[in-house]
Structures are given as C-alpha cells and as structure tokens.
C-alpha cells in the first residue's frame, strides 16, 4: 500500500514537475528586452525565460518566472516614455 | 525501505525548485558570490529599522525576478517589507520610493524599487520548508553589469521574518536549510 502511494506521488509530482512551455508574458518580455538592448546596443542575459530555460523546468518556478516577467514588464511600461514597439500591450 | 521510498518520492521532486538559503545580518553587508545561481536570503527586523544590504556583482546585464516573501502567519499580515536594486545606471526611482528608501542614493546611482504593495497580497507554498509564504510578487530586474546592490528594509517600520527570493538557476545549496530548520521554516 506504502509502496503504491509513493509511486503515485511520484508519478503525480513527476508530471507537476516536467518542462512546461514559456508564458506568454515570459516571451512579450524577452522581445521587450531584446528591442531595447537593440536600441541601446547591449545585450542582457535572457536564458532562464527563453524556451528551454531554466524557468520551465517544472510549474512551481515557471509560476514564478511568469509573474516575473508580467510584473517586470508592466513595471518598463509605466516608466519608459518611449518604449520599442516591441514592449507594446 | 519502504518508508526511504516514500521519503524520496516526496522530497526529489520539491528540491527541484529550491533557492540556497542564507541567514542575513544587519549590520554586515552580505556579498553574494554567485550571483547568477538562485538564493534565498533569510532575515528578521527585529526594531524595523534595519537595512539588510546585499552585494552582487554581474560580468553582464543580467535578468532575474525578485521578491520579498513573510511566514504566512497572522502575526506577520501587515509585516510587508520592501526591496530594491541600486547601482550606477539604474533609471531614477520615483518620489514615493525615493523618500521610502533607508538610506540615500549615492551620487549617480538610481534604484529599481518594489514596495510591496500588491492587492491581494500573493501567497505560495513553499516545497522545502514546507511552509505557506506572503509574497511581495516576483518580479524582473535586469541587473547592469558591473556592481550593485539589493536593500531589504521595512518601509512600515514592521518587524519579523522574511526572506529575498533571487533568481531561477538551481545552486544545489537547499540542504543547508537543514542546519537551522526552525529558523528557515518559521
């Protein structure tokens, strides 16, 4: 019984845990940042958001990546004037 | 060993969204040598004046959400405290945030600032400790290249615990959590 409780919490936190693919908000931000490095010639280190990335490796952190990204996003958008089309809603 | 499997089935799983815990101390700016790997900074405003300051240093830009999280007890519902990145660079904050900060800017440096104020207030569940947290709400910063730093304060004057979520990249560091559970756990 032990035994099969524990294959099922593995089988079921496995499937929790698998890659999940980017949010929405992760890849408007990597095209936001991407612009403005180009406007600014610099580059930022994106790979944990890009697909693949560190953030989607299981539900728990890309929960955290994506809210991330929608906050740091909305955050650019209230601050910069003039924002790359790319950074637009 | 059929309670090892157990164990294992629970615990693998969690670990793989773990930060490396460290415990802060106010008076002793905390230098973070790996600032690319995800931590998680634990301290507590014993007066709520207190100004942890953490130091990074970046070998290019760098994005990385940040939050500020609180045990999530009663005691603790309006213990909110307050981060922000400052460094040469960074854009100017505004006036609510410049006159929240713990200590001036310095000459031609600016700061990123989240004040903690989201409504409702975010909740998660923490799989290591096993323990619910308030959550200032994580949110991307791009770090300069270069030096800067991280200032945790409590802009209420509340006191307690808390603890500064960095990052994503796993630092394989979470059984130190281990060596002081009741102070990591709440």
New interface residues.
Partial sequence: M??R???L??AV??C??GPVTPAPTCVA?VAC?QAL?AQAS?????D??VAG???W??G??A???A???E???A?LRE?SAALPEACAP | MRRLVLMLALTMPALAGAHTPVKLDPKVPYVVAAPKVSFALYGVFESGSEHFVIKLSFDERFAAPVEVFVPHEQALKEHRPAWAVVGPGLPAPNEEERAALPAPLPAGWGAIVDLDTVSPRPVFYEFVMRRFYWSSGAMNVVFPKGDCELWVFSPRGTKGKFGLGFGVEEGGGYMAALEDWSFYAY
């Fill in positions: 032990v035994v409780l524990a294959l919490v593995f936190s496995g929790l845990g931000y940042i490095d610099t580059t930022t280190n994106l944990r958001f990335g560190a953030c490796t299981n728990e952190i929960e955290l990546c809210t991330g990204c906050r740091g996003l955050r601050r």
